[in-house]
Each structure stands twice: as structure tokens, then as C-alpha cells.
């Protein structure tokens, strides 16, 4: 029997920032010192499952943004330029804080920059012939998943390496 070696994995990793009174589950990180994001529980649980299978291995923990550039077209082009790297900056800061918690016994690197989640993680795990991706199953609604499609159903579809799927826990009733 051979044994699957996973050395190379990519995990994308979605946060969310939250308002000053807002409660979240998972891991709420501080940027600066107004703001508060939140790493959800199946998100930190994929982290740590990525880590458990690559263990000496390397992660590439990847974070797709908005692209500024292509939206207010009236602004000038050095101040969307500079939306673009702070939002590198800050997401950056929030992949190190929960990385450096969560993924022991690897070598962690950050792939953060614009565009689709689904486009932006295939162009990562090509561009690092990634042996496997490890991400969170989306916590979006049944209905929104249907109309929108899931970028975990897309990614299963589309990905040229196995991605292993961390279920998000059911509904509270």
C-alpha cells in the first residue's frame, strides 16, 4: 500500500471585518487598533487539518480581495493602487496572526492579491503544482449557493489536485 505524501497544499482563507460590538465564532484577529476580523471556525479547522497533512511540508495559505482597480474608474489610479496594497497589508497581518496559531511544523507562505476567490486559488495551486487544496465548505445559505454557485463545487470541478473539503458543522435549530 503506498502512502499519499501532501507537501505542498494550498489553503484559501476567507475573513470577514466585524463592527465594534459584533460577537463572532472562530478567531477574531486585530489589525491596527480599530479593526477586528473574524476567522471563522471551519476555516481554522481547515488551517489546522492542511498542517496535520503536510507536516514538514509547506502551505500556501491564499486570500483573493476585491480589486479596487477596476471599480471607481473616476479616482486616480495611485489611489486605487494604494487600496490594493493595504488591503494586502492587513490581510497579510490577519494570515500570520492565525497561521502562526493554527499550522505548526510547517513552512507557511501568503499568496494574497485582487480578483475572483475561484480563478485566484486554481492560478495558485497551478502555479505551485500544489498537491492538494484544503479549504473550508462555504457558510453561505442553501438558496445563495444555488443561485450563486459554490466556489468549493467550482474548485472540486476545476482543480488539476485532489481538494479536500472541511464541512462546516450544521445549523443551530
Not at 155 to 168: H, K, N, Q, S, W
Not at 170 to 173: F, V
Given at each position: 500500500?503506498?502512502?499519499?505524501?501532501?507537501?505542498?497544499?494550498?489553503?484559501?482563507?476567507?475573513?470577514q471585518?466585524?463592527?465594534?460590538?459584533?460577537?463572532?465564532?472562530?478567531?477574531?484577529?486585530?489589525?491596527?487598533?480599530?479593526?477586528?476580523?473574524?476567522?471563522?471556525p471551519?476555516?481554522?479547522?481547515?488551517?489546522?487539518?492542511?498542517?496535520?497533512?503536510?507536516?514538514?511540508?509547506?502551505?500556501?495559505?491564499?486570500?483573493?480581495?476585491?480589486?479596487?482597480?477596476?471599480?471607481?474608474t473616476?479616482?486616480?489610479?495611485?489611489?486605487?493602487?494604494?487600496?490594493?496594497s493595504?488591503?494586502?497589508?492587513?490581510?497579510?497581518?490577519?494570515?500570520e496572526a492565525?497561521?502562526?496559531?493554527?499550522?505548526?511544523?510547517?513552512?507557511?507562505?501568503?499568496?494574497?492579491?485582487?480578483?475572483?476567490?475561484?480563478?485566484?486559488?486554481?492560478?495558485?495551486?497551478?502555479?505551485?503544482?500544489?498537491?492538494a487544496?484544503?479549504?473550508a465548505a462555504?457558510?453561505?445559505?442553501?438558496?445563495?449557493?444555488?443561485f450563486?454557485?459554490?466556489t468549493?463545487?467550482k474548485?472540486?470541478?476545476?482543480?488539476?489536485?485532489?481538494?479536500?473539503?472541511?464541512?462546516?458543522p450544521?445549523?443551530?435549530?
Open positions: 500500500m503506498s502512502i499519499v505524501e501532501f507537501n505542498r497544499i494550498v489553503v484559501p482563507v476567507e475573513f471585518t466585524l463592527d465594534e460590538d459584533e460577537i463572532s465564532f472562530g478567531e477574531v484577529v486585530t489589525v491596527g487598533d480599530k479593526y477586528r476580523v473574524a476567522v471563522g471551519t476555516t481554522l479547522d481547515a488551517l489546522e487539518l492542511a498542517a496535520r497533512l503536510a507536516r514538514g511540508g509547506e502551505l500556501w495559505l491564499v486570500h483573493a480581495h476585491l480589486d479596487f482597480t477596476g471599480h471607481a473616476w479616482m486616480d489610479t495611485s489611489v486605487l493602487s494604494d487600496l490594493n493595504g488591503a494586502r497589508h492587513h490581510a497579510s497581518l490577519v494570515l492565525v497561521a502562526t496559531r493554527h499550522c505548526p511544523d510547517v513552512t507557511l507562505h501568503y499568496v494574497i492579491g485582487p480578483g475572483s476567490p475561484l480563478d485566484f486559488i486554481l492560478a495558485v495551486a497551478e502555479a505551485k503544482s500544489a498537491d487544496i484544503v479549504l462555504s457558510s453561505r445559505s442553501r438558496l445563495s449557493r444555488v450563486q454557485g459554490s468549493t463545487d474548485l472540486i470541478r476545476r482543480a488539476r489536485c485532489p481538494v479536500v473539503v472541511v464541512p462546516a450544521p445549523p443551530l435549530d
